[in-house]
C-alpha cells in the first residue's frame, strides 16, 4: 500500500542542523510532487516546503526561505527536508505528503492536494 515514512528528526540546539528524509513505498515517487509540513502543538498544520516530480520546482514557506533545502532522489523514493541555523520556532511535527499533481504551485501549503501522508516526525530546536 501507498506509504511516507518520515525519519531524521531530534532534539537539536538553536543554530544546528538536521536532515529529515520522506522514504516512499508501494507507489511511484516520480509521479508525485512532495510537500513537507509542519504542526507545532496548539497551531495548524502549515506548508513548509514543496518539490516537484519533473523539473524539481521548488517551493518554501518564507520563515524557512535561506535556511532550508527540499530535494528529492526518485532512484531512492525518498525526498529530504535539509535544516540549517534551527530556531526554537521550527519545533514542531514534521510531515511529509504526496501531490498527484506532480508540480508544486504557490498555494502548496494547502492540506487537501495531498491524499497520502507520513505519521510524522517530532523536531524540536532547545537550549
Known amino acids: 500500500q501507498v506509504q511516507l515514512v518520515e525519519s531524521g528528526g531530534g532534539l537539536v540546539q538553536p543554530g544546528g542542523s538536521l536532515r529529515l528524509s520522506c522514504a516512499a513505498s508501494g507507489f511511484t515517487l516520480d509521479y508525485y510532487a512532495i510537500g513537507w509540513f509542519r504542526q507545532a502543538p496548539g497551531k495548524e498544520r502549515e506548508g513548509v516546503s514543496c518539490?516537484?516530480?519533473?523539473?524539481?520546482?521548488?517551493y518554501y514557506a518564507d520563515s524557512v526561505k535561506g535556511r532550508f533545502t527540499i530535494s528529492r532522489d526518485n532512484a531512492k523514493s525518498t525526498v529530504y527536508l535539509q535544516m540549517i541555523s534551527l530556531k526554537p520556532e521550527d519545533t514542531a511535527v514534521y510531515y511529509c505528503?504526496?501531490?498527484?499533481?506532480?508540480?508544486?504551485?504557490?498555494?502548496?501549503?494547502?492540506?487537501?492536494?495531498?491524499?497520502?501522508w507520513g505519521q510524522g516526525t517530532q523536531v524540536t530546536v532547545s537550549s
Open positions: 518539490v516537484s516530480s519533473n523539473d524539481g520546482n521548488t
Open positions: 505528503a504526496a501531490d498527484p499533481l506532480r508540480r508544486c504551485t504557490s498555494d502548496f501549503g494547502r492540506l487537501y492536494k495531498y491524499p497520502y
